[in-house]
């Protein structure tokens, strides 16, 4: 019966030790074509603060070691690109792959036009009208 207790205590230790191991996630940031964003930055954020956090290669992977299991918000930016966050769960004890897919940023500019030029209308020089029909000479003599 001592023997039976030593065991099960072993067995419950050894399951508490993997259920702690810290794990690694990793994966690609790539664009919506597919191909890798070198550079991106990804961090997990555990009650709004970064618990661990990244940068991708030049082939668009990241890695992130020694992450432990719980409740995160995975987040990646990158320039040109709409930030992206998701919750997250991590548990289990070995390398989770997680690739993100980034979505293009949309850019607003806006433009104001301001016309300054104004139009005058001078009844006292009809050189100065716009759209008018000066009738000058032998034409002001046909009416």
Known sequence: MK????YLFAVASVSTAVAQTPLTL?????DPSGASIPGAAVALLSGGTVA?????????????????????????????????????????DRTINF?????????????????????????SDPGKNVGSLVLKGEDLQML
Do not use: C, H, W
């Open 3 to 6: 023997m039976l207790g030593v």
């Open 52 to 92: 661990r956090n990244a940068e991708s290669d030049a082939n668009g992977k990241y890695t992130i070691t020694a992450v432990k299991p719980g409740k995160y918000i995975l987040k990646a930016t990158s320039t040109g690109f709409a930030n992206y966050e998701r919750p997250v769960e991590i548990r289990g």
């Open 99 to 123: 690739d993100i897919p980034m979505k293009l940023a949309i850019e607003t500019q806006q433009i104001t036009v301001s016309d300054t030029t104004e139009l005058l209308l001078d009844a």
């Open 26 to 30: 990793q994966g690609i940031v790539a």
